[in-house]
């Protein structure tokens, strides 16, 4: 594997690689790297196929961090990535600093979405999803990947990103991997590494909560109160679980359901102490 922080050696590298015929499959990450992201790696070089040449980006975007939030903090440990990322047989690992990406400063043109992105996250984070699109188009342009992977758990990035491909014209096929967890349940985020002991252990609550939303819709229930009812309740009995949101949405539109199916999708955030974990399900499984 060989790791660049520049554009120009990205852009040279990746023409290389084309060069030879390969399928370039790009795995956008903020680093911190957990078998979630790793996944992904599998998932974007079975979609390449034989060809396939895997650029991961690992970029802590500052456009997407709000005021207050955890810019500063998050964990960052390149030679621990470059470790995992060339284990997973990832060919280019694009490391570049703030001012590689944002040589001007924050960029004057960014890509707005529309009011999907003030749902769900977004009413909670203003702007967050203008900075992840803004960087994503960005990292199209720069690698020019025929495939891209994302990860489900960050459910409304990923539907807000096949949104942009599909209404701006992105000729990147768009690879949504499963949400990986831990054998427990808690779902992989590179910030489950702030949860104290006793956080971690409540962190459990929300995909319990969720998995209990699913098992109420397996029996039959399809009335969105009745199912979002069945994970509150889960939810309020850990009192260290601070709830931000919990709907049922459609997973195309983002809206909430009137009545549910099995595309639906719960999804909620939640603060334990100081740390915001996000997850989600889809009801039919
Ligand atoms: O999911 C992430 O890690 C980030 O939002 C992404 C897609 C790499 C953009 O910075």
């Known amino acids: 594997m ?20 390969a399928r370039i499959g790009l795995v ?38 709000g005021a207050g939030e955890d810019l500063e903090r998050y964990p960052r440990d390149l030679p621990r990535d470059a470790a995992l990322a060339a284990g997973r047989g990832v060919d280019l690992l694009f490391a570049p600093t703030v001012d590689q990406m944002y040589p001007a400063g924050e960029p004057q ?63 990147v096929e768009i690879v949504m991997g499963p949400t990986a967890r831990e054998a427990d349940g808690l779902a992989l985020s590179s910030r489950n590494i702030y949860l104290a002991p006793a956080d971690r252990e409540a962190a459990l609550a929300l995909f319990r909560a969720l998995s209990a939303a699913r098992d109420v819709f397996a029996l039959g229930q399809t009335d969105p109160g009745h199912l979002l009812t069945a994970a509150r309740d ?22 909430p359901v009137q009545t549910a199916d099995a595309r639906s999708v719960m999804a909620l955030a939640a603060y334990l102490g100081p740390t915001r974990l996000i997850d989600n399900v889809v009801l039919g499984g």
Not at 2 to 21: D, I, K
Not at 127 to 156: E, I, M
Not at 237 to 242: G, L
Request: charged letters at 20%; aromatic letters at 8%; glycine letters at 8%.
């Open 2 to 21: 060989r790791t660049v922080t520049t554009r120009s050696e990205l852009r040279a590298a990746v023409a290389a690689a084309r060069g030879r015929g």
């Open 28 to 65: 956008p990450t903020m680093g911190y790297l957990h078998q979630g992201h790793l996944s992904l790696v599998d998932a974007a070089r079975a979609a390449a196929g034989p060809q396939a040449f895997i650029v991961m980006s690992l970029f802590v975007n500052p456009l997407q961090f």
């Open 109 to 171: 043109v960014q890509v707005v979405p529309g009011d999907m992105a003030d749902r769900l996250c977004g009413a909670f984070r203003p702007g967050h999803f203008r900075g992840v699109l803004t960087v994503v188009a960005k990292l199209f342009n720069l690698v020019g990947p025929d495939l891209a992977a994302f990860g489900r758990k960050d459910f409304q990035q990923a539907v807000l990103v096949r949104r942009m491909v599909r209404e701006l014209d992105f000729p």
């Open 234 to 255: 889960v939810l309020d009995a850990e009192p260290r679980v601070k709830l931000q949101y919990l709907e049922l949405v459609d997973p195309e539109s983002l809206d």
